[in-house]
């Protein structure tokens, strides 16, 4: 079962998490392999879709947020655009739209920041929007990290953390086809933190002593451990001389918010003339939802009463008893 485990390091400004998405990933994965064979994404894809699935559940998991966290990575390469969405509640869906081939090493740079364009943006969509309320949106360029060589989604998501949060972050991440995992470490400021001991005082010195040793720690982690080992074993290998407390496990799951009425929406505001069209051309309208595969077929009647007004449609069947 997919768990995710929420940590802080008692009497230091330093709190955790990790993640282990398997069963929710694995269905994820199932869903596209139950469509045309043309449709399953390269393995570097799925890779990096598990990273960010497993990404964007622990930054979700670490803002106290009632909406959906959205990352996104667009550029240029095969990879148009990847996504990742998480809602409050942990549940997740991912996809990406490829176009052209894509060579089994790809890098994240090879996939979508051939010319140096990528982004890497993160949305946060209120549930329920005020009146003028506008989603918040951060953008961090690909490659405007401060390690050396070609940058991995960790090291972008250090980067935006650091700049959009103002938060010191080590991140990990991996996936394979049956597991997508991360391990988030992250300085808190030692004022006003429920883990820091009353009365003592911390420099920002002291804070990043901390912090950096326990990142140290955390980076020593491998793709391999972080995917084949549970969580119980990670934590104890990594911090065995610090003291840990730990909160209750939390079950994230895939879900799609897919719906008929949903893509009722967007027939409409395609507008008659062109659903007209499309309906005149094929025979009906199918729309397939890119993140569950889930299949919607309109036809001809039904394409033509999403522009009829409800007064003007017919009854519908009546059962006589």
Not at 85 to 112: C, I, N, P, W, Y
Not at 137 to 151: F, H, M, R, S, W
Not at 219 to 228: H, N, R, V
Not at 281 to 308: K, M, N, P, W
Request: hydrophobic letters at 40%; charged letters at 20%.
């Amino acid at each position: 079962m997919s768990e995710l485990h929420k940590f802080l390091f008692d009497g230091l400004p330093v709190r955790g998490m990790i993640v282990r998405l398997t069963d929710a990933w694995t269905e994820i994965l199932a869903r596209r392999r139950t469509e045309s064979a043309a449709s399953h994404f390269p393995w570097p894809v799925t890779e990096m879709l598990g990273e960010m699935a497993a990404a964007a559940v622990l930054m979700q998991s670490n803002i106290k947020f009632n909406g959906a966290l959205i990352m996104q990575i667009f550029g240029e390469g095969p990879v148009k655009v990847a996504v990742a969405e998480v809602q409050q509640d942990l549940s997740l869906r991912v996809t990406a739209k490829v176009v052209g081939e894509v060579a089994s090493d790809a890098h994240l740079q090879d996939l979508v920041n051939v010319n140096g364009r990528g982004r890497c943006a993160i949305t946060l969509d209120p549930k329920d929007k005020l009146p003028g309320q506008q989603a918040y949106q951060g953008v961090v360029p690909l490659n405007a990290t401060q390690g050396q060589g070609k940058p991995n989604l960790a090291d972008v998501l250090e980067h935006y953390m650091r700049q959009s949060e103002q938060l010191d972050t080590r991140l990990v991440l991996a996936a394979n086809d049956t597991v997508a995992a991360g391990l988030l470490i992250q300085r808190l400021p030692a004022e006003g933190e429920g883990n820091i001991a009353k009365g003592q005082a911390m420099d920002i010195q002291e804070q990043m002593e901390h912090f950096n040793r326990i990142a140290t720690l955390a980076g020593s982690l491998t793709g391999d451990e972080l995917l084949q080992l549970d969580v119980e074993t990670i934590l104890r290998r990594l911090f065995w001389q610090e003291k840990i407390l730990r909160f209750d496990a939390q079950t994230p799951r895939f879900a799609c918010t897919c719906s008929r009425e949903r893509v009722a929406g967007m027939i409409r505001g395609l507008g008659q003339e062109e659903a007209d069209s499309i309906v005149a051309e094929r025979g009906q309208i199918d729309v397939t939802c890119d993140f569950c595969g889930q299949h919607y077929r309109f036809d001809s009647v039904d394409a033509a009463q999403l522009f009829t007004a409800p007064g003007d449609r017919p009854p519908g069947p009546t059962t006589v008893q």
